[in-house]
């Protein structure tokens, strides 16, 4: 991990971690799929005990805390593909990147509007 910075990498696209590690479900079955630790508008990262599979894609909904629900902000529903999956380097937990697969116009709205929410303003980190 970055340690809130701004993450910019092969991609191309700007990762913004968030202050607030929001579950991440599998749509289909229920199942927690691990914490979402940083986003941008193509895709996610998930940190968690279970490794995904690599290819593999999986109906997402990401869980909103209560705060943003009552501004009206909802779940987010999309399809992603796990993009690679591996151990992380500063945790026991797995790291799994994951790309929405066209998150649809009310996803992609709700993708900003949490990165507005919850990321760290200009990458800044700070520990109180």
């Known amino acids: ?63 909103m805390p209560k705060a943003m629900m009552e501004q009206g902000i909802n779940n987010v529903s999309s399809q992603a593909k796990v993009m690679w999956s591996r151990p992380s380097k500063t945790t026991s937990f797995l790291e799994n990147g994951l790309m929405f697969i066209k998150p649809g116009l009310e996803a992609s709205r709700t993708i900003d509007r949490l990165i507005e929410f919850f990321a760290l303003p200009n990458g800044s980190f700070s520990i109180t």
């Open 1 to 63: 991990m970055s340690q809130g910075l701004v993450l910019t990498e092969k991609r191309g696209l700007e990762r913004r971690e968030l202050i607030y590690y929001l579950r991440v479900r599998d749509s289909d079955t229920d199942e927690e799929l691990g914490r979402m630790v940083d986003i941008h508008n193509k895709g996610l990262l998930i940190m968690g005990t279970k490794a995904l599979v690599p290819e593999r894609v999986y109906g997402i909904s990401i869980e």
